[in-house]
């Protein structure tokens, strides 16, 4: 082995700490790219794959009732592939053992067939067989939720006639990949169930006989989907449709899509912060590792090495730590992806999940940190060669010294020794000192942004559900039904309070844009759903006049004053102008408010709702269920701590799994970064800090020097740490924005506080770290060696 | 070892001249003050002569050297190796003159600190044409026993010694070398001189020596005298003393 390769991992053996920190810095760069891409990948990959092997229908239609004859139109519509008519209908379910109510959507299917579109992935048993009336298959999710396999039976409520129903197997299907109920937002698998059951069967028991209710259609490919909508919308006005949308508005779908789009601003974002920062690091890292080896390359310049044999020499110092660092990252990176989609499996059901590394990931973030690395070595290398041998060799010159500020300045009287020694090592070398502080800034303010993530999430979810959603049961009818319902609902035993509202279900017009939700017709100043304004105190609706979240606004491009089209999907089905008059203020979805009167007169219609909530006695809860499941026309009831709790555990899960795994990236790069300043404040100092103690300085004194240029670099690189954190979070927080939840930029003091002690707690165990170490070193050994 | 009157350049006229240098001075700016290290020096060394530097400390000793050896550069004036100007000479010619002709002893070591005493010395026998191994380099000046030390284990003359052997194991044509037995005791450093003058008889090296030492002075052919960054004078000694018959 070439003498001067060896000398490379006997310098590597030297520097084992910091490269070691080092290579942690690129494997967290490397890592954050790899998880968030590949996670991202993963997911539509696998999106992708289920929606074309199992033909995902691209408009979908529902109606009240047409006969199966339409179904012959509608295959004639210019554009359109296949047609699949179905009866689908909500269902009530008891499951044995289980008290909470739990909603179901049954869905039919041809004679014990597959249908031509949104084909079912059959993970255990068999479809319903041909004529068996009671045979149902059902969602894979519901069936684990409840530990319901083929062969169990469940109880059905299908239009007030209970039936059993056998289940013949466990599905999966592309149009429910993500199961939710439509008035929820996150899936609940033991309170929503879909079932499939032969259409013959359903359409008995549902008074559907040789009819259809819902339609599920596929384009031919280059049709256009807008045209196919409204010739369905003519054809189904008939029959009581209610528009027909695309896969944009298909709930499942529509859901998935905001996921993937939050984890692709996640995949950018994240990852671009954290490979510039530690390629930042490396570069100022590496170039001041090389930089203590200048006597060095004077000496090797001074035999005759060329600057080639130089650079190439450290390049593959360099470069070992980067191979290390980049083994490290892609390694643990992929499996904290392949952990990260499986997680994401149990929100959005997969028959199984594609999980691949690509190659162009891998390479961009390995070219990324060696480039940094590289660039830093090289910048260092540079400096070194460009040096006379004569001048490299010298020990670092004493000579730039100035008497500086601090020697004029009053603090001289009271400053002891070591703390001028420290403050004139700080100040001779300007440029290096800004970039300690800010390296150490840098790793700290990654600590802010991911400790925002953690604790914005929090935030947002107490915003939701202490000051928005105050109710503890949310009741939907299957009807309008008139506004005494209010008082039933008060005089139940166990009620609270109740406020009633309706809701109608609207497409909203602005220019191009469009966009589909219900108007929740409310009280004045509802007091169990309340309206935020930008000051998140509750606000009072006006008599006329629509409220919609501000986010949806914006998203269309409307301002208060200007006036909204607004096109009824229920009933006459007309296109209205409301004006736009509020805002609302609130963290969780999107909608559109207005009073109830007006939203009755708006529908041609008398004091109509078609939901409620209620605050119950949580003692009488059980009983409270059992009669209200009993009232006519209740179609669903929604327990909204479930809620909560679904959607807490859905972020811990995704969101937040994601924000820890950063967070304990920025934890060790903080911890590499201050512990690589040490070690080299340590090595360029190691000489003057053995002649103080040979010259009578004690242990602690000298000691002293150099914890105090580490905690006071620490201590100035705070303040910047924190505005940079601030910086990032708002960066994320822009990425962030979506229909499903907006993270307020809350940057907590907690999240402050724990990236700060983080950051000191590095800073002090790096201080430790040093000082043992120049405890051990051999002081006579050090003078004596001038490298 | 009675060196022959003949081999002196004062005895003949026609030895090639390897280093000529005129008018070089080297000014070094320590803020606003200028120091003169050199104040315009005009030398000639000889082929296979061994001459000795002297001069009180601050006299320029080390940077005529370096510039000499082209570790550094002159403010002004010119240098010539044989044939070559390195006055202005690229980097990359300064490296290729260094690596293929010069051996340099340091007065400061500056060995290698993770390289052995061996090690050290492979690290230049690797890159030149005609070199010694490192085990017979390692032996001229004693340390056949201490080849696989680190610096930080040596004492600071067998430190000095492994930088004297690192600097004659590549046989170059000129050895510089600045104060090579600053560190070692009388009987050492005689061993070391002996050593180089060896190299010097061998190869037809041509070798200077810096030192404070007067006695050294006499195993020289010439002795050059410098003062506050000028040649004070010469003196050519009419017959060389082996450096065993030194004494100090
Ligand atoms: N890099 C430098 N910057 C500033 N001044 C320098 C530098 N190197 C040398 N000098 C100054 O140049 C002068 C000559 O230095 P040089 O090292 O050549 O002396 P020397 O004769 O070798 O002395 P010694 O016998 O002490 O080694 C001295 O005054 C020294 O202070
Ligand atoms: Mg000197």
Known sequence: MRTLNRKLLRDLATLKGQAAAIALVIASGVMTLIIAVTTLDALSLTQQRFYEDFHFAEVFADLKRAPES?????????????????????????VPGFDDPVRGLLLSIPEGREPLLNQLYLREGRLPEPGR????????????????????????????????????????????????????????????????????????????????????????????????????????????GIGAHGRDDQHSHRFLHEELKQLRAQAVILPTIFLLVSAFLLNVVMSRIIRTQREQVAVLKAFGYGNLDIALHYGMLTGLIVLLGSALGIGFGAW???????????????????????????LLAVAVAAGAAMLGTLRAVWGAVRLPPAEGMRPEPPARFRRGWLERSALRHWLDQPARIILRNLARHPLKSSLSVLGIAMSLGLLVMGAYQLNAVDHMIDTQYRKVMRMDLHLTFSDPTPVRVHSELRHQPGVLAVETYRSVPVRLLAGHREYRTSILGMDEQ?????????????????????LLTDYLAQDLGLRVGDAVRVEIQEGHRQ??????????????????????????????????????????????????????WDLPGVASIGMISEAERNIREYMDDTILMFALVFVLLATSIAFAVVYNNARIAFAERSRELATLQVLGYSRGEVSWILVGEILLLTLVALPFGWLIGTGFAWALNQAFSMDMFRVPLVITPGAYGFATAVVLTASVAAAVLVVRRLHRLDKVAVLKAVE | MTADPAKRPEGSRNRDVVFETRGLTKTYLMGDVEIHALQGVDLKLYAGELVVMLGASGSGKSTLLNIMGGLDTASSGTVRYRDQELTNASDKALTLFRRDHVGFVFQFYNLIASLTARENVAIVTEISRDPMLPEEA??????????????????????????????????????????PTGALDSKTGIQVLEALEHINEAMDTTVAIITHNEVIGEMADRVIRLRDGRVENIHVNDKRRPPGELRW
């Open chain 1, 70 to 94: 339409v179904a012959g139109r509608l295959r004639d519509i210019p554009g359109v592939n296949q047609v699949e008519t179905r009866v689908k209908a909500s269902v009530r379910l008891e």
């Open chain 1, 133 to 240: 009336a009671e045979e149902v298959v059902i969602s894979d999710a519901f069936a684990e939720a409840h530990g319901l396999r083929a062969g169990d039976h469940i109880e059905a409520i299908i239009r007030g006639r209970l039936s059993t129903l056998r289940v013949s197997g466990t599905v999966l299907s592309p149009e429910y990949v993500y199961q939710i109920a439509p008035t929820d937002l996150l899936p609940d698998y033991k309170r929503y169930g879909i079932l499939w059951m032969n259409r013959r069967a359903l359409a008995s028991a549902y008074g559907m006989e040789g009819a259809f209710n819902n339609v599920a259609v596929s384009l031919q490919s280059g049709a256009s989907e807008a045209e196919v909508i409204d010739h369905l919308d003519r054809i189904l006005a008939r029959y009581g």
């Open chain 1, 336 to 362: 904290a992806a392949s952990g990260l989609a499986a997680i994401y499996t149990e929100y959005f059901r997969f028959p199984e999940m594609s999980f691949r590394l690509q190659g162009w990931v891998v």
């Open chain 1, 526 to 546: 509802p007091y169990l759903r309340q309206l935020l304004d930008g000051r998140q105190r509750p606000q009072r609706l006006p008599p006329e006049g629509l």
């Open chain 1, 575 to 628: 296109t209205v102008t409301v004006p736009l008059v509020g805002l609302v203020d609130e963290p969780l979805g999107v909608g559109a408010y207005m009073q109830r009167p007006a939203l009755n007169r708006l529908m041609r219609e008398g004091p109509a709702v078609t939901g409620a909530w209620l605050m119950i006695d949580s003692g009488q809860e059980r009983a409270l269920f059992d009669r209200l």
């Open chain 2, 138 to 179: 390692l032996a001229l000046v004693g340390l056949k026993e201490r080849l696989d030390h680190f610096p930080a284990q040596l004492s600071g003359g067998e430190q000095q010694r492994v930088a004297i052997a690192r600097a004659i194991a590549k046989q170059p044509a000129v050895l510089l070398c600045d104060e």
